[in-house]
């Protein structure tokens, strides 16, 4: 550690990729100094397995300047998630994928209402982040969701809240990717058609 | 929300994004990640059968993302042959995607390399239609 802050070169860094669980995970004492970092504008939240099993994300500490959150771990649940985006009032960018920690989905009711960063840039939502929990907490956040560019990645049951999010975001949106992940009904669709073709 | 049948995850999909409401939209890509296909080529124009212009047409690339075949053995050759129908209707699906759309359609696919050769084919046959392959090694 540095003993005269200012002498630290954290201002100089940009992006913070800190693995929060796996082999590699950082000791919960990193996060007392995260805000050091007071020019960061990335920060990526990486890591799976079950070392540690569960940790408080509502406690770690980041550095105000970030604008873009990116999320790719099975450690962590849709309340953790947003309470990482909590803290994050400037936030613009926000990529989720990797597993979550499922949870009781009645617990998941309100959850956005909290948030108040910008989302005015870039979505991303893969794997089961694409999950119902986690749109219904952003079409929850009371200032809106103003993406430039939403990137969705999910199974057919999804594309309704998919479709709400995109059409939230309104003027705003500027590029939509939507890929539905079909696989369980492949077969059946394809002899439902050919039923219809002859 | 499940979808208990095929028929109502098309209706759902074809009820899906309404553009008019998107007025500053510039680029939209669609796709589709399949499982097991099966090997044969019914699944590239039932996926594309699903896509719709909800009111306005914008539409920029269409990306079809499917499992590695597991029919290895199985030559290009003997699958275009068995995939006349699928060929055709593959045809008549582009087709209706450009008129609709009013623009040209790029259609990748992706990972299989059994249908490298026979989606080139396609490629030579379909005047509007760019058709990508991109190895996923």
Redesign the interface.
């Known amino acids: 550690m540095f003993p005269v802050p200012e002498e630290s070169p954290a201002h100089h860094v940009r992006e913070l990729g800190i693995w929060i669980a796996g082999q590699d995970w950082v000791p919960e004492r990193f996060f007392e100094y995260t805000p050091c970092f007071t020019n960061a504008e990335t920060v990526r939240l990486l890591g799976y397995g079950g070392v540690p099993p569960l940790r408080v994300p509502s406690l770690w500490k980041f550095p105000q300047s970030v604008t873009s959150l990116v999320v790719n771990s099975g450690v962590v649940t849709p309340v953790q998630i947003r309470d990482i985006i909590a803290q994050l009032r400037n936030l613009d960018d926000l990529s989720l994928s990797g597993s979550l920690i499922r949870v009781d989905e009645r617990a998941l009711v309100g959850i956005g209402t909290v948030l108040t960063g910008g989302f005015g840039g870039k979505l991303l939502l893969r794997d089961e982040c694409a999950d119902e929990g986690i749109m219904n907490m952003l079409l929850e956040i009371p200032t809106g969701l103003h993406f430039t560019e939403v990137n969705i990645r999910c199974t057919g049951e999804r594309l309704p809240s998919s479709v709400k999010l995109a059409a939230v975001c309104g003027r705003t949106l500027v590029k939509l990717s939507c890929t539905i992940i079909v696989h369980g009904i492949l077969r059946a669709f394809s002899q439902s058609r050919r039923k219809k073709t002859h | 929300?499940?979808?208990p049948?095929?028929?109502s995850?098309?209706e759902?999909?074809e009820r899906?994004?309404?553009f008019s409401?998107?007025?500053?939209?510039?680029?939209?890509?669609?796709?589709?990640?399949?499982?097991?296909?099966?090997g044969g080529l019914?699944?590239i124009?039932?996926?594309l059968?699903t896509v719709r212009p909800a009111t306005s047409l914008r539409l920029s690339t269409i990306?079809l993302?499917f499992?590695p075949s597991p029919l290895v053995n199985r030559s290009v050759l003997s699958l275009l042959e068995g995939a006349t129908d699928d060929l055709r209707?593959v045809e008549y699906e582009v087709a209706r995607i450009e008129r609709e759309f009013e623009g040209v359609v790029n259609l990748t696919v992706v990972r299989d390399s059994v249908f490298k050769a026979v989606l080139a084919t396609l490629n030579v046959r379909f005047r509007f239609c760019r058709v990508e392959w991109h190895s996923m090694t």
């Open positions: 929300m499940p979808f049948d095929a028929d995850f098309v759902a999909f899906s994004f309404d409401k998107l007025p500053n939209l510039q680029e939209v890509k669609l796709g589709f990640r399949a499982g097991r296909t099966g019914v699944w124009p039932m996926a059968s990306r993302d499992a209707r």
